[in-house]
């Protein structure tokens, strides 16, 4: 079930479902309203598709899924004369034997991320297909979000690579808004395979403060013992007798 929560005053609008597919276009699935009839869009009229509607909700059903039902769920309002859309749903499809033949590994972070610093996320796609047939997308859930937002990758598909292809997220001027934990996705042909995702934790300035004054006291600590090893030194037995010599 897809879930679609709203407030109780929109209720009398005319409610939508989209579904978007990686690389297409959104495709019009249904469309409701209330004392008003219910309309599945040519494709998905077939009977497997069901709307569970309440005063707060428009949730979708459907049944007997297969790999032609993966993509980009949205459910969308329209207020006036516009089309006002919640975040979008992800469906994948677990158990496609055709996609058991590319596997998507995802390198994790291991240096400190601080606020203004940069970063580079790195996806390796491991397939028997040609790099032409792969087509790359990231996903990002933060801990505030409830679903994960799409974030198209600025990849080359015309490079060549045989067995092993990488491809690589450039993100520049970090904020805190854009820790979360980042998903690289990749469409074989309709097949839609997900890695095992990379977290980005954005460190506040604090920290790094933190970090700085520690620093800054282990080496004034450092200091002063070497002042004191030079002091005593200076006053020892065989610095009092070079004196006398």
């Known amino acids: 079930m897809l879930e679609c929560f709203f407030s109780k005053g929109l209720r009398t609008m005319r ?35 069901q709307l569970d509607e309440g005063e707060a909700h428009f949730h979708l059903n459907f049944s007997r899924a297969s790999r ?40 994790p972070i291991s240096d400190p991320i601080y606020p203004g610093g940069s970063v580079t996320l790195q996806c390796t796609v491991l397939t028997e297909k040609r790099s032409e047939e792969l087509r790359v997308v990231w996903f990002r859930r933060s801990s505030g979000d409830a679903l994960p937002g799409l974030i198209y990758s600025p990849t080359d598909t015309r490079s060549q690579c045989e067995d092993k292809c990488a491809y690589v997220l450039y993100k520049t001027n970090l904020t805190l808004n854009d820790s979360g934990m980042y998903y690289c996705v990749v469409d074989t042909c309709g097949q839609v395979i997900f890695g095992n995702g990379t977290m980005l934790e954005i460190k506040p300035l604090a920290s790094l403060n933190s970090v700085v004054i520690s620093l800054g006291g282990a080496l004034l600590l450092c200091i002063g013992i070497i002042i004191c090893l030079i002091w005593l030194n200076c006053n020892g037995k ?4 070079c004196k006398g010599t």
């Open 15 to 49: 409610f939508y479902w989209f579904k978007q597919t990686l690389g297409g276009k959104p495709l019009l699935l249904v469309q409701s309203q209330r004392n008003a009839a219910t309309e599945f869009a040519e494709g998905f009229n077939d009977g497997r598709f």
């Open 68 to 107: 032609y039902d993966e993509g980009m769920y949205f459910c969308g309002v329209r207020k006036s004369y516009e089309v006002l859309f919640a975040n979008g749903t992800f469906l994948a499809v677990e158990g496609n034997p055709r996609s058991a033949a590319t596997t998507v590994v995802q390198s």
């Open 238 to 241: 065989e610095c009092r007798h």
